[in-house]
């Protein structure tokens, strides 16, 4: 089905707005997530919904990330670098060890 990168055929800004939107549903499912799990501001939601909407929203953002990464615009080994800085930084944070 893949011919060439989706940026090919929306161009990068779009791309990058395409992330963006996806993000923020991202965000928008993980707090129904967390609503669904406290049960301090119910939601109508089941927990299959709840987790549908996550996961569909997690992939769309990956797919984002994979096609910024055709695009060039970042790529793994910064990525991963990024993610070690940040992981030790939460576990300082959190006063722990950042080897656990």
Do not use: H
Not at 42 to 63: G, I, Y
Not at 80 to 90: D, G, L, P, S, V
């Amino acid at each position: 089905m893949e011919s060439k990168p989706i940026y090919e055929y929306i161009g990068q800004p779009a791309l990058l707005e395409q992330l963006g939107e996806e993000a923020c549903e991202l965000g928008q499912a993980s707090l129904k997530m967390a609503r669904y799990i406290r049960s301090e501001n119910p939601t109508p939601k089941t927990a299959f919904d709840v987790t549908k909407d996550l996961v569909e929203e997690v992939s769309d953002v990956l797919v984002c990330i994979e096609e910024l990464k055709a695009a060039g615009f970042i790529n793994d080994k910064t990525i991963n670098a990024m993610k070690e800085i940040k992981r030790t930084r939460w576990y300082e944070r959190l006063g722990g060890n950042e080897n656990v």
